[in-house]
């Protein structure tokens, strides 16, 4: 079995801060880990993902994760925010032996203030 | 191309009706995947389709849900007799195979039971 925590519901920040949604996983089996965002009135987009390799992943819009596995973390960062990347963003767990069912943590509002 | 498209976007039921959510995956896509969505919440696994096989419909929460992708690509989702714990955004996504492949998100149907 396999279980996300996204630990903060909400998340309101200034424009141009930095932030960090944080992400724990708890899995028996190796993992894959995604982040995803979700405008509203929108489906969810990928934003970056940890297969394997290097720990610190790269995405799009700015954003990078970094892989933590003795913290089995995936915390979500982004140095300088705009008011566009006000929405919902999700933390995601597969297991990587071949069970391709994610497991969505409950989301965190990332809200970006003028 | 185009994404994964749903329809329709909003559907309002009366308790007791039956309803059919359909999506349009991206084509060549061989893994298909339901999820509902409540409100606040992340999205959760229904049912994962490889091509015109169901290959796991777990997450299905009772006999009055049905899935079917008769010839490998669209595919229904069939809620018989809704009930008003039923109301959630349905959520479709498709990827090219396997856990570690991108999945693209459809933008969702709304369903209301009253």
């Known amino acids: 079995a396999q279980s996300v925590t996204q630990l903060d519901s909400q998340v309101p920040v200034f424009e141009e801060a930095p932030v960090e949604l944080r992400c724990n996983y708890s899995?028996?089996?190796?993992?894959?880990l995604f982040w995803y965002v979700q405008y509203p009135n929108q489906g969810l987009q990928l934003l970056l993902k940890y297969l394997s390799g290097s720990t610190l992943v790269k995405g799009i819009n700015g954003f990078e994760a970094e892989f933590n596995k003795s913290q089995t973390s995936f915390h979500l960062r982004k140095p300088s925010v705009h008011i566009s990347d006000t929405a919902e963003y999700f933390c995601?767990?597969?297991?990587?032996?071949?069970?391709?069912?994610?497991?969505f943590g409950r989301g965190t509002s990332l809200i970006v203030h003028p | 191309g185009a994404g994964v498209s749903q329809s329709p976007r909003y559907k309002v039921a009366k308790r007791g009706q039956d309803v059919a959510l359909r999506c349009d995956p991206i084509s060549g896509h061989v893994s298909l995947f339901w999820y509902q969505q409540a409100l606040g919440q992340g999205p959760e696994f229904l049912t994962y389709f490889q091509n015109e096989a169901q290959l796991d419909k777990s997450g299905l929460p009772s006999d009055r849900f049905f899935a079917e992708r008769p010839e490998g690509s669209v595919s229904t989702l069939k809620i018989q007799r809704t009930q008003q714990e039923d109301s959630a955004v349905y959520l479709c996504a498709s990827s090219l195979d396997r856990a570690q492949e991108t999945q693209y998100f459809g933008p969702g149907t709304r369903l209301l039971v009253l």
């Open positions: 899995s028996s089996v190796s993992v894959y």
């Open positions: 995601a767990v597969s297991g990587s032996g071949g069970s391709y069912i994610p497991t």
